[in-house]
């Protein structure tokens, strides 16, 4: 059975019991205490956790996860990937325990025509769940308790949480040993996990016990189905890179290596194989998820991958690209079913293709750092590498442990791999420390505006078609806690049950404006953000009177910044219309601000964009809308407004029925923000300045509306001095001043002749004032008229002067109201270990400052000018005991 039909088969199974069908969430989710996707239930937790009500009680879907926990794994055993497609069904207070596991029986045994025989099942310290097994025909032989560990799932944070039951597939001797999933979860392979959503999960790691700390508001089911495992077993091969989700690939993979894969030998060849394949998979599908390469978060998690993959493929021999062509055949092979794959190739191949050349580099760099580290211990007689030698290599320039383990085998040495762990330990749990308290806090703040969402409702939002609203306030906290009542001058979050307020998304910043109760009393609305979806939280201070919980009150938006700010949001969807048409079709999203009167945009792209191209975009989107195309909104489902061909915001969620903003036929993209109603109240667009900001990523800003044509005019007067201090009309401006910048730039390099020539002749009169001290000589004087750079040129000239032989120079100078020394010394003082800054330490004290410089050349300086010349003796004193001892 192909991996199509085992989704239609999932599908049409559990549509049959009622269940309706969800889309798969992005990998990157909104959900701030989760980095990626790693389970089906992610894009549900509002309806296990808040309570909040979904339009239907039985759910099914197919989503994309990432986990990465058991990276070390992949090639290893035949089960492990960090990428992975998880079919599941899902009930929010409706079915339980009884239905879901006699279901997922019916579906393996009949369904999928698994063998009963062969199907064993793990479950919790859970009689209820053992007691429907057996009476469903599954005997106890074939039931096995675990513990919390292995039977109690959480999605590795706080959050909804509770026990399991397992179904495990075994798939005989040739795969290990007898004993049951407690024995060998390698030959008893696990398929299905069938958690009973019920408990709230706090800190704590598993093995020590999840802290319950509260019960979910309904009883819920939350399964998962691995389809790689259940495609290797279905399809008769050994691991999951033989399936047909992946067999493609490992197909290119051989003919680069230009070798077969030897199966799952447990050689380092077959690792290798299974993890540039497997790797391939997870790396299109983050790319096309809007996932670029970084060093930190989710960006840090798609370059190990990559880094991984190449490691692997070197390791088999392949010297030329292997990313583009691996995650190619991924597009190629799952394109039809993930049709994000298809739709972003080219921004897949770029990205890989770039990063690849990237690590490349890294590589070479690695290399030389790492033969140096070598060749240092083996200087010193050391058989060992020290660990922070591996963990800076590893640390800072990406470089895997693995080859550095092999490099200094063949130089004969070994790694202190103890201290490597220990560092890399010590790393994680600061990581882990930082970003505890970050969850932690987001978790306490987000409890909070789940109990006002749960006492009081989601805030009613008509702020697309007015600006000012009555509505009662619901909630106050001042300092993050709940407040009964609020005095003047303090600072609040004010939550109403009706707003006309936007609150920040989609990169549009929130609204500001006043709220005002029926006795006078004003909070000024500093900004507007979602505390929860659909909870609007507005924060500002309390102008004047006091505000209580239970007031009425009316809601005023700040109108004219309003219209500002949708100015820019409407220019903004135009903008990313016109570089797509410029540049290319992957460009994307990556993040943008929406301001008044100013917008940023970054997008997926790798070169910077030129001059020429950033003057089309800028002529393209302002002739858009000077055509005044009508501003339209509609809603439609998620699969209707995609069929359209509407754009997805990269990083934004998404209901099953969606906003759609058309800006004429230029623009369709998916929106929850505000935008004029014809373009050319958008206009004009200023672009002001394009830059990286970062691996592949660029950055647009523009100015709009009354702030462009501001920053235009004042760029006009600018050009209206210009021409005046020019002397000269506008028109001829800018060839009079190349004129005159090339007469000045060739008076410049006439007088910077000069000056050297007046230098040499100052470093030949100061070469003639030389004394013989012990078998040297020195030079030891003023340079008046030489500025600190001149005078470290000055020192080395004199020195050059002279020959062979021990010696030294030191000069002084005044510079801008400053002491200012140099000093060199000859190579025949360098052999003995002497140091220009030895000359100068008790100089610089003399002068109230400091020393530096490494090696040949040294200088000093401080403010206590009056003392140079004692700085200068005591300098030529250090340069005379110095050459006498030589």
């Known amino acids: 059975m192909r991996s199509t039909e085992i989704r239609r088969t999932f599908f049409d199974f559990f549509a049959a019991r009622g269940h309706r069908r969800v889309p798969s969430s992005p990998l990157v989710p909104s959900d701030p205490t989760l980095l990626l996707a790693n389970a089906g239930m992610n894009q549900f937790k509002p309806y296990f956790l808040d309570g909040a009500e979904p339009a239907f009680r039985r759910a099914m879907s197919v989503q994309k996860c990432v986990r990465t926990s058991d990276i070390e794994n992949v090639g290893r055993t035949t089960r492990h990937a960090t990428f992975f497609e998880m079919l599941g069904n899902f009930s929010f207070g409706d079915y339980f325990k009884r239905e879901a596991i006699a279901w997922a029986w019916e579906l393996l045994t009949e369904g999928y025509g698994l063998d009963p025989g062969r199907l064993w099942v793990t479950v919790y310290l859970d009689d209820e769940s053992e007691r429907i097994w057996r009476s469903i025909g599954v005997p106890a032989a074939r039931i096995q308790r675990l513990g919390m560990a292995d039977n109690y799932w959480s999605m590795g944070v706080p959050g909804p949480c509770g026990p399991s039951t397992e179904l495990c597939?075994?798939?005989?001797?040739?795969?290990?040993?007898?004993?049951?999933?407690?024995?060998?979860d390698e030959r008893y392979v696990e398929l299905w996990n069938l958690v009973f959503m019920q408990n709230l999960r706090g800190e704590g790691p598993p093995k020590e016990g999840y802290p319950i700390v509260g019960e979910l508001p309904k009883r819920n089911i939350d399964t998962g189905l691995g389809m790689d495992r259940l495609a290797a077993i279905l399809q008769g091969v050994d691991t999951v890179c033989q399936t047909d989700l992946l067999a493609p690939v490992l197909e290119t993979v051989q003919e680069l290596a230009g070798r077969p894969f030897p199966g799952r030998d447990g050689s380092a060849g077959s690792v290798?194989?299974?993890?540039?394949?497997?790797?391939?998979?997870?790396?299109?599908?983050?790319?096309?998820?809007?996932?670029?390469?970084?060093?930190?978060?989710?960006?840090?998690?798609?370059?190990?991958?990559?880094?991984?993959?190449?490691r692997h493929a070197r390791l088999l021999g392949i010297d030329g690209p292997v990313l583009p062509p691996a995650t190619g055949a991924v597009v190629a092979g799952l394109g039809a079913d993930w049709p994000e794959l298809t739709a972003h190739a080219a921004l897949i191949e770029q990205v890989t293709a770039a990063e690849e050349e990237s690590f490349d580099r890294t590589l070479r760099q690695g290399t030389r750092l790492l033969d140096g580290a070598i060749d240092r211990a083996r200087g010193a007689g050391s058989p060992t590498l020290p660990g922070e030698t591996a963990f800076e290599l590893h640390d800072t320039y990406g470089f895997p442990l693995d080859l550095t383990l092999e490099a200094a085998h063949a130089a004969g040495l070994t790694v202190d791999e103890d201290r490597f762990g220990a560092l890399l330990e010590e790393q994680r749990r600061r990581a882990k420390s930082h970003g505890r308290g970050r969850t932690a806090a987001a978790l306490a703040r987000l409890?909070?505006?789940?109990?006002?969402?749960?006492?009081?409702?989601?805030?009613?939002?008509?702020?697309?078609?007015?600006?000012?609203?009555d509505g009662t306030v619901v909630a106050l906290l001042a300092g993050g806690v709940p407040a009964a009542r609020a005095g003047e001058g303090r600072e609040v979050e004010v939550v109403l049950d009706r707003t006309p307020f936007y609150a920040e998304g989609g990169g549009q910043v929130g609204d500001s404006g006043t709220v005002t109760t029926r006795d006078g009393a004003v909070i000024e609305i500093t900004g507007t953000r979602p505390g929860i979806d659909g909870l609007h939280v507005h924060t500002g201070r309390v102008g004047a009177g006091e505000v209580g919980v239970g007031e009425e009150v009316l809601a005023r938006v700040d109108a004219d910044r309003r219209a500002a700010v949708a100015r820019s949001h409407s220019a903004t969807h135009v903008l990313h219309a016109m570089l797509r048409r410029v540049l290319g079709g992957h460009v994307r999203q990556q993040g943008s601000l929406v301001e008044a009167g100013r917008l940023r945009f970054d997008f997926a792209h790798f070169p910077a964009v030129s001059d020429e191209e950033l003057r089309l975009v800028s002529s393209l989107v302002n002739e858009a809308l000077a055509a005044d195309p009508e501003v339209r909104v509609w809603h439609a489902s998620r699969a209707e407004a995609e069929a359209a061909g509407a754009i997805a915001m990269f990083g934004e969620k998404y209901g099953e029925t969606v906003r759609i903003v058309d800006i004429g036929d230029v623009s369709r993209e998916l929106c929850g923000g505000t935008h004029v109603g014809h373009g050319s109240a958008a206009g004009p667009v200023h672009l002001v300045g394009e830059s990286s900001v970062g691996a592949n990523l660029r950055r647009v800003e523009a100015l709009t509306g009354l702030d462009a044509l501001r920053h235009i005019d004042r760029e006009r007067q600018l050009l209206d001095q210009l021409t005046a201090a020019l002397g000269v009309p506008r028109d001829q401006a800018l060839g009079t001043l190349t004129t005159r910048l090339d007469a000045l730039a060739d008076a410049e390099r006439r007088l910077a002749g000069l000056r050297r020539a007046e230098l040499e002749a100052t470093a030949e009169r100061l070469a003639a004032t030389a004394r013989g001290v012990g078998p040297g000589w020195l030079v030891a004087t003023h340079a008046p008229g030489a500025d600190r750079a001149e005078l470290r040129a000055l020192a080395q000239s004199v020195l050059a002067r002279r020959g062979p032989g021990p010696a030294a120079v030191v000069l002084a100078a005044r510079v801008d109201g400053k002491a200012a020394l140099a000093a060199t010394v000859s190579p025949e003082l360098r052999e003995r270990g002497v140091a220009a800054r030895d000359l100068l330490t008790a100089a610089a004290r003399a002068v109230g400052g400091g020393a530096g410089g490494r090696g040949a050349v040294a200088d000093a300086g401080g403010r206590e000018v009056e003392h140079l010349d004692r700085a200068l003796t005591l300098a030529a004193e250090e340069a005379a005991r110095t050459l006498t001892s030589a």
């Open 169 to 184: 597939y075994d798939r005989g001797p040739a795969f290990g040993a007898e004993g049951g999933p407690a024995a060998d």
């Open 272 to 310: 290798s194989f299974q993890v540039v394949t497997e790797h391939a998979r997870s790396i299109a599908f983050l790319v096309a998820d809007g996932v670029l390469p970084g060093n930190e978060g989710r960006g840090y998690v798609l370059r190990r991958l990559m880094r991984r993959a190449l």
């Open 447 to 469: 409890e909070t505006y789940r109990e006002i969402s749960a006492r009081s409702g989601l805030t009613d939002f008509v702020g697309y078609g007015t600006t000012e609203a």
